[in-house]
């Protein structure tokens, strides 16, 4: 140091804090954020996501924004409806700050401005609706809200995306009304469907006992059906029986008719049958035979029919 002029020392002590004072105003925004800059004591420019540095005593930096989405939930608010019924609503909002610099400049108080805005609106809508109606429309009544809210809010540089009825509390009296109601629509509902259930029950009996009838009239039919075919088959067969036994003896009265013939017999030889035929015809019963001319007229055969006329 012994060495080094006074002016070297300063300058180097200069340099320093150069240095220093570049490092001090050097800055990094990290990512999803901005930063507003003011030189002067107006606004200058917006730093986004990356590495900045900030001219000392000109500059200065006025706020820090985050432009990530952002979600607040607001106290119930006192809401009157068309038919007047007083109650309980708190909402939960989901907006983004899409311009830092509106954001900074246009509204004082962004938070406080939004929270009354949204009670207003909220006011204006129910208002318009009875208790019913706004039990069973919060779409409606949540879209209506986004659209109201996000078209009040695009000056201040906010974009609301969504807009939730989280709640609604209806007075005490009113709950009471609404449960005792629940209470008897499930026992109505209850009512139908243990009604429905028998009247099932009834149908399927029934539906039980047509089957079973008409099963059993089906089976009785077939059984007449089988017993009919059976008797049919019985008879059909009796009366094939009895046409070959006819056809049995006529053939063998022709077969004998046939044999009688190939033998040739003589003229005594047929007598001498037919006498036999007419004594197995009286058989010791006729009292009176009626004798064919041609066995009158044969000479010799007196005294057989002198013997069948004995046996009288």
Same mark, same amino acid.
């Given at each position: 140091m012994g060495g080094l002029s006074g002016g070297a020392i300063a300058a180097i002590i200069i340099a320093v804090i150069i240095i220093i004072a570049a490092l001090a105003n050097i800055r990094v925004v990290p990512q999803s954020f901005a930063v507003i800059i003011e030189r002067l004591g107006k606004y200058a420019h917006t730093w986004n996501s990356g590495l900045h540095i900030k001219l000392p005593i000109l500059d200065r930096i006025v706020k820090r924004v985050s432009l990530k989405e952002? *979600? %607040?939930?607001? #106290? #119930?608010q006192p809401v009157i409806t068309k038919d007047n019924v007083t109650m309980q609503i708190d909402t939960v909002l989901y907006f983004q700050i899409v311009d830092p610099r509106l954001y900074t400049y246009g509204v004082e108080y962004p938070m406080p401005a939004i929270e009354n805005l949204t009670a207003t609106t909220l006011r204006n809508i129910v208002g318009d609706l009875e208790l019913d109606q706004t039990l069973t429309s919060r779409d409606k009544i949540n879209e209506e809200m986004r659209i109201i809210l996000d078209v009040a809010t695009d000056p201040w540089g906010i974009k609301v995306n969504r807009v939730e009825l989280k709640s609604i509390i209806p007075p005490r009296e009113i709950q009471d009304a609404m449960e005792k109601q629940m209470k008897a629509e499930r026992e109505r509902r209850e009512s139908i469907l243990r009604a429905e259930g028998e009247k099932r029950s009834a149908v399927l %009996? @029934?539906?039980g006992h047509k089957e079973s009838v008409i099963l059993e009239a089906e089976a009785q039919k077939r059984s007449a059906i089988l017993a009919a075919e059976a008797v049919k088959e019985a008879r059909v067969r009796e009366a094939e029986g009895e046409a070959e036994a006819i056809v049995q003896v006529q053939k063998a009265i022709a077969d004998g008719i046939k044999l009688i013939n190939e033998a040739q017999p003589s003229n005594q030889a047929i007598l001498l049958k037919s006498f036999e035929a007419l004594e197995k015809v009286a058989d010791g019963k @006729? &009292?009176? !035979? !009626? *004798? #064919? &001319?041609?066995?009158q007229g044969l000479a010799g055969m007196s005294s057989v029919v002198k013997g069948l006329f004995d046996k009288e």
């Amino acid at each position: 140091m012994g060495g080094l002029s006074g002016g070297a020392i300063a300058a180097i002590i200069i340099a320093v804090i150069i240095i220093i004072a570049a490092l001090a105003n050097i800055r990094v925004v990290p990512q999803s954020f901005a930063v507003i800059i003011e030189r002067l004591g107006k606004y200058a420019h917006t730093w986004n996501s990356g590495l900045h540095i900030k001219l000392p005593i000109l500059d200065r930096i006025v706020k820090r924004v985050s432009l990530k989405e952002q *979600v %607040v939930d607001f #106290p #119930p608010q006192p809401v009157i409806t068309k038919d007047n019924v007083t109650m309980q609503i708190d909402t939960v909002l989901y907006f983004q700050i899409v311009d830092p610099r509106l954001y900074t400049y246009g509204v004082e108080y962004p938070m406080p401005a939004i929270e009354n805005l949204t009670a207003t609106t909220l006011r204006n809508i129910v208002g318009d609706l009875e208790l019913d109606q706004t039990l069973t429309s919060r779409d409606k009544i949540n879209e209506e809200m986004r659209i109201i809210l996000d078209v009040a809010t695009d000056p201040w540089g906010i974009k609301v995306n969504r807009v939730e009825l989280k709640s609604i509390i209806p007075p005490r009296e009113i709950q009471d009304a609404m449960e005792k109601q629940m209470k008897a629509e499930r026992e109505r509902r209850e009512s139908i469907l243990r009604a429905e259930g028998e009247k099932r029950s009834a149908v399927l %009996v @029934a539906e039980g006992h047509k089957e079973s009838v008409i099963l059993e009239a089906e089976a009785q039919k077939r059984s007449a059906i089988l017993a009919a075919e059976a008797v049919k088959e019985a008879r059909v067969r009796e009366a094939e029986g009895e046409a070959e036994a006819i056809v049995q003896v006529q053939k063998a009265i022709a077969d004998g008719i046939k044999l009688i013939n190939e033998a040739q017999p003589s003229n005594q030889a047929i007598l001498l049958k037919s006498f036999e035929a007419l004594e197995k015809v009286a058989d010791g019963k @006729a &009292t009176k !035979i !009626i *004798v #064919p &001319t041609e066995l009158q007229g044969l000479a010799g055969m007196s005294s057989v029919v002198k013997g069948l006329f004995d046996k009288e």
